[in-house]
């Protein structure tokens, strides 16, 4: 039985990891298991949850009186690739070519959409191992989310594609052929604009990923079922900033836009309501007493404001979400939170899973 | 050098920091003060353009006030106007990239697609005539979020190192020398006042100067007034309060000595750490910002940016 797979997504800087950590917790001390796979987490959070961050490999997090328990993993993109290429190479011969291959080593991190990619396979991985009831996804900080989403698919269509087929056709003493297309004036194009070597070397990659694409074909497939899971659920996450609003409210229409089950929104550090009555200070008191009321009358009125600007921004998102969709506001902690106790404060506004369930 | 004479400005940091408001901000600054400028957004976005009060940013550049155009740069747009430069014909170009199968390899090749930004860049800079001469004073870029901004400043030396060789090895090495030269190219970092930001910022600066960049300036933004009464005169206020507003009083305090212990650090920690100025903007309360909110904050980087 696959783990429930629970998405947080939204633009960056608006606390996506601590509330993908957060949930983690509150969830373990409520009796489940679970995993937590966060992308490139702050380096304090990350010590904090004592999170190893080479390898990829699940570290447990020590939570006090918890029933559940829950592990993080910190997505190591090359070492995921490079577990991939191993594990479809027909030999390890074909595995060690690609993995010498200096376009593989330009490509392996830095070819569009393989944070992604590598994600949505680190994501199948741990939700299919029979290890955890819950995964929790702390998105790549991608302004699009379908990029998350299509990702598998993209990749799956390069390396499978007939791009493979036609570059991957033997290799002349010109070190590639380009017949197929009308060849002569694509095959000049591209000498011009990247190199004869270049070229060989992108051929020689394709080629030597032309056995590994069913394998990938068919992980994307799968991954597609993950996400598409009845159980699934993406969190928005965002903050009350008038960036991250409009963030947000464009990674909802993409939601909506490929029907995915939305859970609701998490909106980060929303400054709260202090209801200081500046009418119980007295007019006149000891030296320097105008002065000091004033003060403190001026510092009452930034928090109105500052809470009132939010209340707004939180209200706005509620209208702009789906009917009755929900939306867990979670007070300004006054400090960043790095210790598993703050987390621990920060969870309690949080959904339970049951909430979460629940959701329409 | 003072940051406001550079030639091109490239904006980054953390995200949610307040990037493309920074960038609007001072293209706004540069434009009062007579400067022909362009704002660039990255990758499509296309929010500069109503934040100013105008149509969303086009690839081909718009006015949005006196002095100041903005445009959105695609790496689609900006790859089909650069390989129509080097092979000057349009139906090459689409025979290959619009091709159902080279399209998607194309795609593929790293770097690529960041290199054309700053690719761009250049051309607006160092081959954009008019009349005669420069088309713009001066060029400010909204460049993406810290890990995806640092590729897109370093493609071009990547895209050196990926052919070696040809034109593309040829314009990426003349970019690389615009952005790389300090006299030339400014880097603009945007922070907030709080611990992650920080800690960010400055991972991306040690990452900059690996990377032969430099940091002309530090934006510490919304920053918040925190006015507070003595120790004593706190003592004192709080003891003329009934019970409940004394725990009210006592809340508010502590939040605001927190920010400001937050926001002095902040200030400390990327002055110590980062050899340019750090100037601060004031957190506004419009919702959203509008053109009038874009003008204040100019008027606050001119003053700071000048007594520096």
Known sequence: MNSQVVICCGSGGVGKTTTSAALGLRWAHDGDRVCVLTIDPAKRLADSLNIDTLGGRPTPIDIPDATGRCDAVMLDVQETFESLIQRFAPTTAAAASILENRYFQFASTRLGGVHEYMAAEKLRELATNGQYDVVIVDTPPTRNALDFLDAPDRMAELMNGAVVRWLAAPATKRGWRGIELGGEAVTRVLNLLIGQNTIGEIAQFFNLFRDLGEGFQKRSVEVQDLLRAESTRFLLVTSPSSAAQSEALFFLRQLNAKAMPFGGFIVNRVEPHIAFDGEALPVNGPDGWAVARSQLLALAEQQARLARMHEVGVDALVAAGPEGAPVWPVPHQGAPVNSIDELAALSASLPTRDALRHTP | ?308
Request: charged share 20%; net charge negative; with cysteine.
């Open chain 2, 1 to 308: 050098m003072s940051t406001l004479e550079k030639s091109v400005l490239i904006v980054t940091g953390k995200g949610g920091t307040g990037k493309t408001t920074v960038t609007a901000a001072l293209g706004m600054a540069l434009a009062m003060t007579g400067h022909r400028t362009l704002l660039v957004e990255c990758n499509g976005t296309r929010v500069i353009g109503p934040l100013l009060g105008a149509a969303e940013s086009t690839y081909t550049p718009q006015k949005v006030a006196p002095n100041l155009h903005a445009m959105t740069i695609t790496s689609e747009e900006a790859i089909e106007d650069f390989i129509i430069k080097q092979i000057k014909v349009r139906a090459l170009y689409s025979m290959v990239f619009k091709n159902r199968i080279m399209g998607p390899f194309m795609d593929a090749v790293p770097g690529l697609h960041d290199a054309v930004h700053l690719g761009k860049v250049y051309g607006l800079v160092e081959d954009d005539f008019t009349d005669g001469r420069p088309t713009w004073d001066r060029v400010v870029v909204d460049a993406p979020a810290t890990g995806h901004g640092l590729h897109i400043l370093n493609a071009p030396k990547a895209m050196m190192d990926l052919t070696r060789r040809g034109p593309i090895f040829a314009n990426s090495k003349l970019v690389h020398d615009l952005t790389s030269d300090r006299s030339r190219t400014g880097i603009v970092m945007t922070c907030l006042p709080e611990a992650m930001p920080v800690s960010e910022s400055l991972e991306l600066n040690a990452a900059l100067t690996q990377s032969g960049y430099g940091v002309a300036a530090v934006v510490l933004n919304e920053m918040v007034s925190t006015d507070l009464p003595s120790p004593p005169d706190q003592r004192a206020l709080k003891a003329a309060l009934p019970p409940e507003q004394r725990v009210n009083a006592d809340a508010l305090l502590s939040r605001f000595d927190a920010r400001d212990t937050h926001q002095r650090a902040a200030h400390e920690a990327l002055s110590n750490a980062i050899d340019a100025p750090v100037v601060h903007l004031p957190l506004l309360f419009d919702r959203p910002l509008h053109q009038a909110s874009i003008e204040r904050l100019a008027s606050h980087l001119l003053r700071e940016l000048e007594s520096m």
